[in-house]
């Protein structure tokens, strides 16, 4: 079926780095752009970053660019986002999501992964 | 960045009730609108595409209407399910999409 699974999470400390993967099965990966996507504890959806099908074009929230890097692998059917300098306000579930339907409406979304940035 | 308001923030409703969700954009969007439902722990989910379309599977219970800047997401007769939170996106800027703060349906 299907499928976004996302992983890599965990506890950092400010200043430090993680590298977020998402794990796509079930459709023609390298056809559709990706889009990382965060929700703070307690509050909203965040778009973080897109990458096109064929990675050649790649936007970033104001609030993480020059911190986070996109990529993917269509050879391995996988979307990456490394995050270094990290922050307490980045500390958030982070989502991969796709728009394989149409519409640029997010119809794909992974489980996500929490990312806590604290001493 | 385009900045989307939803209203109202929080709503007490009853099974069978029929609720309404308003969402409105800080300039016109065409009908590039779509809402989601997120229920606690999980990951949203896509309701309502291009403003009024609705998402395969979803239940015919819920609707979607408006264009160029003001938007509704009406749930006809509330099921037990549908105590959640909802979230307008607007895609005219795609890539960089903005979600409105949220909407929470709580049960009364």
């Known amino acids: 079926q299907v499928q976004l699974v996302e992983s890599g999470g965990g506890l950092v400390k400010p200043g430090g780095s993680l590298r977020l993967s998402c794990a796509a099965s079930?459709?023609?990966?390298?056809?559709?752009?990706m889009s990382w996507i965060r929700q703070a504890p307690g509050k909203g959806l965040e778009w973080v970053s897109y990458?096109?099908?064929?990675?050649?074009?790649?936007y970033y929230a104001d609030s993480v660019k020059g911190r986070f890097t996109i990529s993917r692998d269509n050879a391995k059917n996988s979307l990456y986002l490394q995050m270094n300098s990290l922050r307490a306000e980045d500390t958030a579930v982070y989502y991969c999501?796709?728009?394989?339907?149409?519409?640029?409406?997010?119809?794909?979304w992974g489980q996500g992964t929490m990312v806590t940035v604290s001493s | 960045d385009i900045q989307m308001t939803q209203s109202p923030s929080s709503l007490s409703a009853s099974v069978g009730d029929r609720v309404t969700i308003t969402c409105r954009a800080s300039?016109?969007?065409?009908?590039?609108l779509n809402w989601y439902q997120q229920k606690p722990g999980k990951a949203p989910k896509l309701l309502i595409y291009?403003?009024?379309s609705l998402q395969s599977g979803v239940p015919s219970r819920f609707s979607g209407s408006g264009s160029g800047t003001d938007f509704t997401l009406t749930i006809s007769s509330l099921q037990p399910e549908d105590f959640a939170t909802y979230y307008c996106?607007?895609?005219?800027?795609?890539?960089?999409?903005?979600f409105g703060q949220g909407t929470r349906l709580e049960i009364k």
């Open positions: 291009a403003a009024s």
């Open positions: 990458i096109s099908s064929s990675g050649s074009t790649i």
């Open positions: 996106q607007q895609s005219y800027s795609t890539p960089r999409v903005t």
């Open positions: 999501a796709s728009a394989v339907a149409g519409w640029d409406a997010f119809d794909i």
């Open positions: 079930g459709f023609t990966f390298s056809d559709y752009y």
């Open positions: 300039q016109s969007i065409s009908s590039y």
